[in-house]
């Protein structure tokens, strides 16, 4: 397993037996009532652009209802989720153009009550230039408040 997520997943489950909660959920929840990131939310699914996005246009796709893995789910499940990617993917391209993108799932294979799953869309629109090579800090000359304002726009 990547260090990446061997961390990751550590942190999660040290926030669920701190606060009795997992992570992202309690994003989802804080996002639901801020209002200014949601890209889009129906009965099972949220887009919104997480408040420290790296990318411009970023987008954090995550079930309403706490799932950690993709590996249990059912055609129609499959097809729901299939159906919240093609929305985001097709708001980036609406609204900000025909752009590359990395498209990646953050899961892992089985149930818990401490992590959650997420996919991100990582629009590549900027590159990293000096500051962020030597320093390994990121520039996002794009608020996730504004950027959630682009995407959401139904042309």
């Avoid at 992202?24 to 699914?45: A, G, H, P, T």
């Avoid at 079930?63 to 590996?71: A, E, G, N, V």
């Avoid at 401490?114 to 000359?141: D, K, M, W």
Wanted: with cysteine; hydrophobic share 40%; aromatic share 12%.
């Amino acid at each position: 397993m990547p260090e990446k997520i061997i961390k990751q997943k550590k942190k999660t489950r040290e926030y669920f037996y701190q606060n009795g909660r997992c992570f992202i959920c309690d994003i989802i929840k804080n996002e639901i009532q801020n209002k200014e990131r949601i890209v889009y939310i129906d009965e099972q699914y949220i887009i919104y652009c997480p408040f420290a996005s790296i990318f411009p246009y970023e987008m954090a796709i995550a079930p309403l209802i706490h799932k950690s893995s993709i590996l249990n789910m059912n055609d129609e499940e499959i097809r729901k989720l299939g159906s919240i990617i093609l929305n985001a993917l097709n708001r980036l391209q609406r609204n900000v153009g025909d752009v590359a993108y990395n498209l990646f799932f953050d899961f892992i294979r089985d149930e818990n009550e401490y992590y959650h799953f997420q996919i991100r869309i990582c629009p590549r629109i900027s590159i990293h230039a000096g500051f962020e090579i030597a320093t390994g800090l990121h520039t996002n000359v794009i608020s996730p408040e504004t950027a959630s304002l682009i995407l959401k726009v139904d042309k």
